[in-house]
């Protein structure tokens, strides 16, 4: 049994009740949504309705890193990302990430490399995604090493830091 994490504020855009719908077909998998927000009571309901015991809702928590480093995969079900700082953070522990195909992420993510995109509302293709990774031990590892990587190289404190002076020097130059 792994465990998929995802962490977010509990609201439309974040697309919840799709993650509920892919744990509802992955009873292999326990999920933990950490967060709260105005959806909470209505997640809560879809769950006792639907009989999902493989999901807990710890609500906000202040460390997250702790639940990160104890889980396999992180999952976003978002509609749209800006650019998305929880899959960063997951990606900083070295978990692979199992996300829609939308800007942000898709910005973020490298398909096969560092985790997995699915096309937004496809449960099942979501739901291969997380079979494949729920029973290779050695996928989650490489995946999850590669985006520990690119978040190092690419969205670190000090990347962005050179990345912004290599712009401000190019700025005033």
Do not use: W
């Not at 997640?43 to 396999?72: E, M, T």
């Not at 520990?148 to 690419?154: P, T």
Request: with cysteine; aromatic share 10%; charged share 20%.
């Amino acid at each position: 049994l792994i465990v998929a994490i995802t962490s977010c504020r509990i609201e439309p855009i974040k697309n919840l009740f799709e993650l509920l719908d892919i744990a509802n077909r992955r009873k292999d998998v326990f999920f933990c949504i950490m967060g709260d927000g105005p959806l909470r009571k209505e997640i809560q309901r879809y769950i006792r309705i639907k009989k999902l015991d493989n999901i807990v809702l710890p609500g906000h928590i202040s460390n997250i890193f702790d639940y990160l480093r104890a889980s396999d995969v992180y999952i976003s079900t978002s509609f749209r990302e800006g650019h998305p700082l929880s899959v960063l953070e997951a990606m900083s522990v070295g978990l692979p990430v199992l996300a829609t195909a939308v800007p942000g992420n898709l910005d973020t993510i490298i398909h096969g490399h560092s985790g997995f995109f699915y096309e937004l509302g496809n449960i099942e293709q979501a739901s291969s995604f997380l079979g494949k990774l729920s029973i290779d031990y050695n996928l989650r590892k490489r995946l999850g090493g590669n985006a520990q990587s690119i978040q190092k190289d690419k969205f670190s404190l000090q990347a962005m830091t050179i990345a912004y002076s290599k712009l401000y020097n190019l700025v005033l130059s």
